[in-house]
Each structure stands twice: as C-alpha cells, then as structure tokens.
Nanobody
Framework: QVQLVESGGGLVQPGGSLRLSCAASGIIFETYSVNWARQAQGKGREMVARINRDGTTEYPSAVKGRFTVSRDIAKNMVYLQMVSLEPEDSAVYYC?????????WGQGTQVTVSS
C-alpha cells in the first residue's frame, strides 16, 4: 500500500521559514516526479514546486527564489524549504508523486503565516 505522509507544517510569522517533509512508503520517490502543491481556503490547488526524476526542479513565479524542493534518495524523502513566508502562502500543502500511469497524494499539512 502506497502512503505519502507530510509533516512540518505549523504557524509561522511573516518573513519566517518552514521546512516540510514528505515520507513515502510503497514507492521509491526517485522513480517519480514529485510535486508540492498547496490549496488555500476557497481556492484551487496549485503546484508550488516539482522535482523531476532526473533531479531537476521547477517553480512557479509566485514562489521562485523563496521555495526550494529537494530529496534524500537514501531516506526516500522529499522536502520543501520555504523562506520569506507571506500570509498569502497560508494553505494546506500536499506532496504528490506522479508516475507514468498513476499519481499519489498525501493527506496534507497546514501552513499558516500570520503575526
């Protein structure tokens, strides 16, 4: 059974940092493209970072320079380092592993940026 489990969310002040983690069981992250996506209340889900199978990364302009996705192949973990957080970054953050024929989602972790 495949399971993705996100952790590391919480409450942080504007300008602060958080690192989210995604742990996988049942799949090997290295063989998937892995996205971090977020969904703010009342809004649609949007991708905020991607690490491809070859290790290359992609970011939308809204977070480029502030968010960094990385992976630890040995630990089968993917991370999202977020700095200079803004209230607009508040959302539930999801880990999403995408294969050629299937995709998996975690349950999400809440990030709240507020003073």
């Amino acid at each position: 059974q495949v399971q993705l489990v996100e952790s590391g969310g919480g409450l942080v002040q504007p300008g602060g940092s958080l690192r989210l983690s995604c742990a996988a069981s049942g799949i090997i992250f290295e063989t998937y493209s892995v996205n971090w996506a977020r969904q703010a209340q009342g809004k649609g889900r949007e991708m905020v970072a991607r690490i491809n199978r070859d290790g290359t990364t992609e970011y939308p302009s809204a977070v480029k320079g502030r968010f960094t996705v990385s992976r630890d192949i040995a630990k089968n973990m993917v991370y999202l380092q977020m700095v200079s957080l803004e209230p607009e970054d508040s959302a539930v953050y999801y880990c999403n592993a995408v294969g050629s024929m299937i995709a998996y989602w975690g349950q999400g972790t809440q990030v709240t940026v507020s003073s």
